[in-house]
Each structure stands twice: as C-alpha cells, then as structure tokens.
C-alpha cells in the first residue's frame, strides 16, 4: 500500500504523514473564485478535512468527488467513472489520486460503512456516463472529421452515416427521470408506513394504481424497492431495463412524472445546473421504445380496475428471465 497522507496535488511529492488515515467521504467544495474536492480522513484520535484537489469547474468538481465516493463505496462500475472523472486532468492530479487507498477490498475489511454511504446522495459521476452526441466527437468512423456531434456534420448528411445515430437517454434526461424515480420511492415508503398504522390518506391511494390499492405494506415496500432499483441504474449510468413486470409498471410511472416535472421550468433549471446541455434532451416518447421490451405491463395502469385482494400480485416481482437477478441482500433504503 502506497504511503497515505495530505498530498499536495502540485507537488505530489510533498505527503505529510497521517498514519495509514481511512478516508471517509469525499465532497465538492465551492467559493468564488475556486472549485474543489475535499477528503474527510479518520485516523485513530482525530478526524480530518483536506482540500484534496482544485479543478476547473463546479461541475467538475461534483464529478469527481462523486466518482472517488463510488469507488470508496465499491458502486457498480466504479473504475470506469473514475477513469471518466479524471479525464484530461494533469498528469500528476490522476497520479496522486490513483494512489490513494480506497480500493473496495481493502475498504470492506474495515468491517463498518464509510461515510461516504450516509453523504452520497443524487450522485452525477454515473449519470454524465450517458452519451451527449450522435457519434464521438472527432472519432466518427466515416468522416474522421466530425467537430462535435455527427448531427452537425455536411458529410454524414450527404451519405447518410450509420455512426450518427442520436441517443435516446442523455444525463439530463436521466438526472430528470431519476429524480422522478427517487420521489416515487419517497411517496411509495410513507404510503407503507400509514398502511401499518390504518391512516393512509386518500391522496396517498391515489399515487398508487388503482388494481394496486388493497396490497399489504410488505407489497408496497416492494415497489417502493423497484422504483429506487431503478433510480440506481440511472445513477450508475445504466438504461434502467425493467428485472419484472412490477419494475416495468414503476418504470411507465417514472416516466410519467418526470414528464410531469418538465414542465416545472424553476425545477428544471434546478436540475438542470451544469449538466450538458444536448439537442437530444427529453424525448420522452423515446424512452418506451428503448426501455421496454413490450406493452403487457399497460393493463396494471388502469384506473378501472377493480383493487386486488391482498397478496394476489405477488407474481409481479418474478424476475424476467433475460436479465441477470438483482442483489437479493440489497435490502431496503427505509
């Protein structure tokens, strides 16, 4: 293990020794004229705040403070939204970061969470995974010479390239959805908790499907589960592909509100702040062809269903045999 300290990411070889620190959490840091991630370290006696590195931008610096938390975490596909993070950093910035000791390995010996898992929320490392562009800038297989984006482009125009294809879910567009996803989740938990003590509003009822309205808080929980499932998947920089028909019914009503939110134009911009901006954002029709593999879940939606009795839906967390199980010890975030 490399030697652990304070590193002074301008003269990485200048380390003042903390005697082996754990680092716990990382977080961005913003005045007016500097960006910067910031490290809280324990070691035995005392706890620490470091200025860890100074970078360009805000959104730069939320970034990477994301992405050294996923990797502290051991989140899934950390390696590659790190190394996405670290980008056209300098030379001695990726150095030093590299070597600091948050391996997931060695972290899960310490036998207790770091920080970082009560701290990391609404993360961006994953969510700035999605394409912005047709093509890659610069590296379009037909023309060699795409400046920025292959919609851009005279020659791909002309003859018709088959590398200009837009994406469908871009990080705005999947910052929206898992926003939309997390307040579901939210309403989905409360509504379980007031069905134990028998004072469900009616508002609450509402929220759900009507066919769904009678099911035990244990089901509620459940699809409280598949809406956060989803919203992981978005935050790791995936489609979020539905494992079962009660994760496909949350998916159309993710989609639903977060359609609902853009209208919202104060939430948007909120939202919104730094993401790249991309002529691809919000094509919400576009998600129902790329997401779901069929329509059957529609009929659920219904509001003339009658409610199911209790117990009844169960069949609706069966897993969809195309997909791989999802972590049956994940547990439950409330």
């Known amino acids: 293990m490399p030697t652990t300290g304070l590193i002074d990411l301008r003269n990485p070889e200048n380390t003042v020794p903390l005697d082996d620190p754990h680092y716990e959490a990382f977080l961005p840091h913003h005045t007016a004229s500097k960006h910067r991630v910031m490290a809280i370290t324990r070691s035995p006696g005392h706890t620490q705040l470091h ?128 926003t939309a996803g997390s307040v579901l989740a939210d309403e989905y938990f409360d509504h379980a908790e007031h069905i134990s003590d028998r004072n469900a509003s009616a508002d609450e009822l509402q929220l759900m499907p009507a066919i769904m309205r009678e099911q035990p808080a244990e089901f509620v929980r459940r699809m409280a589960r598949a809406f956060d499932d989803l919203v992981d998947d978005l935050h790791d920089g995936i489609e979020p592909r539905p494992h079962d028909m009660a994760e496909q019914i949350a998916l159309d009503l993710i989609i639903h509100d977060a359609e609902a939110m853009h209208t919202d134009t104060d939430m948007l911009n909120e939202l919104d702040h730094g993401l790249p901006d991309t002529p691809y954002d919000y094509d919400f029709d576009v998600l129902y062809d790329l997401l779901f593999e069929d329509t059957d879940h529609i009929g659920y939606l219904s509001s003339k269903h009658a409610p199911a009795t209790p117990g009844e839906l169960e069949y609706l967390f069966e897993r969809f045999y195309s997909l791989e199980e999802r972590d049956p010890n994940r547990g439950f975030r409330r």
């Open 51 to 178: 200025a860890l590195a100074t970078v360009s931008d805000a959104i730069t610096a939320r970034r990477l403070a994301d992405a050294l938390n996923s990797r502290l975490l051991g989140r899934r596909n950390h390696t590659e939204r790190l190394d996405a993070a670290l980008e056209g950093m300098p030379d001695s910035v990726v150095a030093a970061i590299r070597q600091l000791p948050i391996d997931p390995v060695e972290v899960a010996q310490w036998g207790r969470p770091p920080l970082a898992h009560r701290v990391y929320g609404d993360p961006i490392d994953g969510i700035l995974l999605f394409p912005t562009t047709a093509c890659t800038p610069g590296k379009c297989a037909s023309c060699q010479d795409c400046a920025n984006d292959c919609q851009n482009c005279a020659f791909c125009e002309e003859t018709g390239c088959e590398d200009c294809i837009p994406p469908d879910l871009t990080p705005r567009t999947a910052h929206l959805l898992a």
